[in-house]
């Protein structure tokens, strides 16, 4: 499947395509919790194209088939050394007729992949959409920190996956660590 899916960086130019994506991706969520204030189907095309020119973050088209079918945006903080190589993914998401089909996990390897001296990686997620949740423990996100409620429909919850790698030695093995 990873070969069928690419990630593709988004240009300034390229944001109202981008916040099209969002915001059908979004909307049946925004629907759902009616969270006028988290939701990223309710950001305004200047938000979205902020984000996309921020120094701090790479926003990518994910592209299946040849297909414009969704975005997935790596933040990450300057200058702090606390944060230092620590890596946010928000959001991430794909239209409708292209969720449940495993693109998204195949986005997050390969994030994994783009991004090898991340040592923590990070992002939330609604506790109520269990199918979100499930995919992120699936790619090794363990969910961490207390609960956000943003309203009476809808709670955050937080993930973290460590991204260190590991080198084993075998016992015989002449090599010091």
């Known amino acids: 499947m990873s070969d069928l899916i690419e990630l593709k960086l988004v240009t300034e130019d390229e944001a109202e395509c981008l916040h099209r994506l969002q915001v059908e991706a979004f909307m049946p969520l925004y629907e759902k919790y009616q969270d006028d204030d988290t939701s990223p189907a309710k950001e305004s095309l200047k938000r979205v194209t902020e984000k996309i020119i921020e120094d701090n973050s790479d926003f990518y088209f994910i592209v299946f088939h040849g297909e414009k079918v969704g975005g997935v945006r790596v933040r990450w903080h300057q200058g702090k050394k606390v944060y230092e190589n620590v890596n946010w993914i928000s959001p991430i998401f794909t239209i409708p007729k292209f969720q449940n089909k495993g693109i998204a996990s195949t986005v997050i390897e390969q994030l994994f992949d783009i991004y090898p001296d991340t040592i923590e990686w990070r992002l939330d997620t609604i506790k109520q959409e269990t199918g979100n949740c499930h995919l992120y423990e699936k790619c090794g996100f363990v969910r961490v920190g207390e609960?956000?409620?943003?309203?009476?429909?809808?709670?955050?919850?937080d993930y973290v996956k460590n991204g260190i790698r590991v080198r084993r030695f075998e016992e015989n093995d002449n090599r010091r660590i």
């Open 147 to 157: 609960d956000i409620v943003i309203n009476e429909k809808m709670t955050l919850v």
